[in-house]
Each structure stands twice: as C-alpha cells, then as structure tokens.
C-alpha cells in the first residue's frame, strides 16, 4: 500500500497570502488528522476529518481551515500568512476516528511552510 | 486539558547500550501512541498501547493506565535510532490528540 502523502513537499509565502495544503490519505482510511510542529510549541493537534465531517479542531485561529472530499482526500488552508505560521506541518491518515479511542495513526512526509 | 510528560529530554548513548524512555500523563486515555521522528521529520509510528505490554523486534512499550505512565524500552541501540521519540495520548473524553515534547536520542558509533 502506498503511504500518506502530502503536497508540496516545500513553500514559501509571504506576509498576508494564504496557502492550500494537500494530503492523500492511505487507500481505505476514512480519518485524516492535522498538525502543526513548530521548535517553540511542538506538535500541536489541528483538526480532525472523518467521512468529510470535522470531528474536532484543536485551539488555532479561524484563519486555518480545512476539507475534506468523498474520496478522503484532505486540505488545508491558511488564510492571511504571519510568520508565526512558518512550520512543518503533518497530516495523519487512520482507518477509523482518532477520536474515543480510535486506531494507529499513520504520518506523511509533511509540508515545510516557511512564511517571509 | 490533558499534561503529557517526557523524560528525558535529552539521551546520548553509546551503540549497543539500553535505554527507557518515560511518558507521564495527567488524566485517563483512550489511547496512547509512540511515534519515531527521524532526522528528515518523517514521523513512524512504533506502537498503539493504550494499555497492556507489546514488543517489536528490539523494541517493547509497557503501559500502565491506572498509574499514568508508559514506558518505551529500546534494546542494543543502533545508530539509525537516533531522533526524537514522542508520545501522544487522547484522552478520556476524546477529541484530540496530544503530544508529550518528545525526548531527543543520540547513539554515538
């Protein structure tokens, strides 16, 4: 089976732009999972998809969204750049919901934002 | 919300010596997870243990959820486990996941 992958691999923004992020799940999981890794905070939980619905969001401002299509396919998307928002950021395809005790999570390669 | 614990930050080992890395957690979860993330930020997951013991080749995990904590073993260590070992739990009431800081290995040649 082919892994989780992410697209691009790498982008550069600037202040003020907004960016769409891409991840393909692992063929079969209904889950895809977001998250931001930044050298100050860690890894930090974004949102959470499941059968197209957001199950939960973890605490970031509006300015982060994201979707996902009937083929499970995720996106994200950052609108209005800062430069705090320069990260690595992983996605995380599973078969069931993390949520309530879900299943093992697998990671993509992620993509590294860099906002100037 | 949930605390998630790692120690110790930091870990220098010599090829072939052991290791325990420790996970804290504040409150009761539904699961927990081990990842590896290598030098290039790939992150691999090495156990779903939300309890119980588990093991995979040189590596073992131990939870114990009525005392908070889990342990990951790693036996004869080897240059390529070098990175940053993280733990993440989701906690009772679900809805997200959440990551310890990580602890950083180093195995010197």
């Known amino acids: 089976k082919a892994g989780v992958t992410q697209t691009p691999r790498y982008l550069i923004k600037t202040r003020g732009q907004q960016v769409t992020l891409s991840c393909s799940p692992i063929s079969g999981h209904r889950s895809v999972s977001w998250y931001q890794q930044t050298p100050g905070q860690g890894l930090q939980f974004l949102f959470e998809?499941?059968?197209?619905?957001?199950?939960n969001k973890g605490n970031f401002p509006g300015r982060f969204s994201g979707r996902q299509f009937s083929n499970s396919r995720s996106e994200m998307n950052v609108s209005t750049l800062e430069l705090g928002d320069s990260a690595l950021y992983l996605c995380?395809?599973?078969?069931?919901?993390?949520?309530?005790?879900?299943?093992?999570?697998?990671f993509g390669p992620g993509t590294r934002l860099t906002v100037l | 919300g949930i605390q998630v614990e790692q120690s110790p930050p930091d870990l220098i080992l010599q090829e072939g010596a052991n290791s325990t890395l420790r996970c804290n957690f504040s409150?009761?979860?539904?699961?927990l997870q081990w990842f590896h993330q290598n030098p290039w930020g790939q992150l691999i997951n090495l156990f779903y243990?939300?309890?119980g013991t588990k093991q995979n080749g040189r590596l073992s995990a131990t939870t114990v959820a009525t005392e908070r904590y889990s342990l990951l073993y790693i036996s004869s260590s080897q240059t390529t486990d070098s990175g940053v070992y993280f733990c993440?739990?989701?906690?009772?009431?679900?809805?997200?996941?959440?990551f310890g800081a990580g602890t950083r290995l180093f195995v010197k040649a």
């Open positions: 998809y499941f059968s197209e619905t957001q199950r």
């Open positions: 243990i939300p309890s």
């Open positions: 995380a395809s599973s078969f069931g919901t993390v949520s309530f005790g879900g299943d093992t999570q697998y």
């Open positions: 409150d009761s979860v539904n699961n």
């Open positions: 993440a739990v989701e906690g009772a009431g679900g809805f997200k996941t959440i």
